[in-house]
């Protein structure tokens, strides 16, 4: 096959991939421009279009009613979830949005697992689209692809007419410009986001519909294409079906041309080894190379609606709707206390039941409570969602990992080397991060995660995508780490160092000065704070201690691998969070304990555990505002203000020189 033939293949591949992306990232970014809802579940949508497609084929024997069966399920169903469950979160904060769609994914992934079962099944081409085209060159292109991209682009172009050219179009844009007004002059807005619901999931059904024959039909296939969907809604422009469809294609064309090219490129410039080795991981990163590249030169997008202003270099937004916040100390530590008492006797409790996996088990837990707790820091009291946090996890167990391959097996090297690797990185890419705000700050840092995951996976001297176990645990002086009660009070006293030194930061001039700055940033730059050098310092903080929990980590599984930076792995740290409490002490912590052990333990009583787990996300969501933190009593840690008041309610200290702006 020579060259030119293979371009025009996989420019065709490309153009196809590109076009399932726009059909998901469409309804994406009407639901995410307009109503201003998070969907995570949107891929649950592309999953059962698929499965539906697929079950009505083959019962009628028709490939066109499968399509037509798969469009009216998922309308149907996206319609069901925002009339009973997403409308109650369009007040929300973009928090519990995130919390109660993850719910949603868990329950229909597992539910799929119920009814088709974990095996893929695989959708044949229809009769009448199978056989390939002859184009100049020599090329051959399946038909089916053809048909794939035609169908694709008639969407386009009749989005394009009914948004422009109708009246149904016309309340689209008139309720993204103000629903206030909209709702004033009479019309049913309510209706009118159901209607965006339902659109966005029918597209992404047909979009499952037509990806069942080209790839395996599996419970989950929706979660990594939603990822991607949401990359093509940042690049394109929030709220824009033009970008959409201007994203969906450049980034379909980047991932298949980078695929095919990537290594071939790199062999000439580098040793075929170093190609080998390189050359799947930039191939797989292209797509967030690309995110992170428009985000930093045009976060409105390629091709934003009319009317967006430029997104970037402005603060995050407060966390919450009802104005401003600051901290103030909470009600009383007795829970943490309460906590810290019960963890200290745990192993004497494991000891008389003859249960020491209690041990490893709650040393889990507590490690993850670090970790946690590192982003709840800079959630809760720095505004800043990262939905790439795991990043620092993944490389303090990898600092860990690599240096026992390479026979460094000491605690007083590893450790430092896994917090100051941490920090670095953190410091390198907040650079980038911090000059996006709001849903562009997620987007980034979940670019930034995706990348490092990748050069996880493509490391192959330290096991890739498998990962690489560690032998031992890391020495520590006379300490025996290897010694399950050992470990376990290390971890304990690691985690009663993090809740304390997170009290003492917050209510540090540093601390005052960082919420200061989530709460009004334009009037703290007018004092002289530096801001943006208060929120990198947080950054670094946070990531040094996430980093430091990636080595107890990698020490406590002993082992190391790169799905320990996946996105999903983000996910569970923001979950942690939100289900303990936003902007507390004690409830990021009480989160990782919570979700950890609901997993384990309905693990235990049910193989479809997911299901309740999902429910009681949900439940969370929707029973407490204030996470497992305020059903125990506490109240919150943040005061919330008038967002009408421009000043501090606290005392704010003087700036410090150092981080002094000019």
Known sequence: MDQLTLLL??????????????????????????VNFINLAHGVQF??????????????????????????????????????????????????????????????????????????????????????????????VPVYRLA??????????LLYFVVSFTRAGMLIRACASNRQMLGLLGVDVARIHRAIFGFGALL???????????????????????????????????????????????????????????????AMAF???????????????LIYL???????????????????????????????????????????????????????????????????????????FMVFGIAALSLGFILGFGGLVSFGHALYLGIGAYAVGILAYHGVGGAAVQWPVAVLASSMVALATGTVAL?????????????????????GVSLSDYGGDDGMSLPVRSALGPLDLNEPAVFYYLCLAALAAAYLGCRRLVRSKFGLALQGARSNDRQMRALGYDTF????????????????AGALLANSTQFVGPHFMHWARSGDLMTMVIVGGVGTYLGPVLGAFTLLGLEKYLADFTQHWPILLGAALILVVLGSRGGIHALLGQRPHLLRLPAARRAPAAPMPAPAATLREG
């Open 47 to 140: 999953m059962l279009g698929a499965y539906f497609s697929l079950m009505v084929a083959r019962f009628t024997g028709s490939y066109a009613l499968g399509v037509l069966g798969a469009m009216a399920g998922t309308l149907l169903v996206g319609a069901l979830l925002e009339r009973t469950l997403f409308r109650r979160l369009y007040a929300r904060d973009h928090l519990d949005q995130v919390l109660c769609t993850f719910g949603v994914i868990l329950i229909c992934n597992e539910a799929a697992n119920m009814i088709w079962g974990p095996e893929p099944l695989n959708a044949p081409i229809p009769a009448f689209l199978q056989g390939q085209v002859a184009l100049f060159g020599g090329a051959q």
């Open 148 to 157: 794939v991209i035609a169908v694709g682009l008639a969407v386009a172009a």
């Open 290 to 364: 690309l995110m992170a590249a428009v985000l930093l030169l045009r976060p409105q997008g390629l091709l934003p609606p009319r009317g967006v202003r430029r997104a970037g270099h402005a603060p995050p937004p407060a966390i919450g709707r009802h104005g401003m916040a600051i901290a103030r100390p909470e009600a009383s530590p007795a829970w943490a206390l309460g906590l810290l008492a019960v963890l200290a006797a745990l192993p004497l409790l494991a000891q008389a039941l003859d249960q020491p996996f209690l041990l490893d088990l709650v040393a889990r």
């Open 435 to 455: 000059r996006t705000s709001g849903s562009f700050f997620i987007m980034i840092t979940l670019a930034f995660s995706q990348m490092f995951y990748f050069i």
């Open 9 to 34: 293949e996989q420019v065709f591949n490309g153009l196809q991939y590109g076009v399932l992306l726009f059909l998901m990232a469409a309804g994406l970014t009407l639901v995410f421009g307009i």
């Open 204 to 266: 992404a059904g047909l979009a499952g519909a037509m990806a069942a024959p080209l790839f395996s039909v599996v419970p989950g296939m929706g979660d990594e294409m939603v990822i991607v969907a949401f990359s093509v809604v940042i690049i394109g422009g929030l709220g824009s079906v033009k970008g959409a469809l201007i994203g969906g294609l450049l980034i379909g064309m980047v991932d298949t041309l980078g695929r095919a090219y990537a290594k071939p490129l790199l």
């Open 533 to 548: 050098g208060y929120r990198m310092a947080a950054m670094a903080i946070a990531a040094a201690a996430c980093g430091f």
């Open 271 to 285: 040793s075929p080894q170093l190609a080998g080795a390189v050359g799947p991981a930039l191939s797989s990163m």
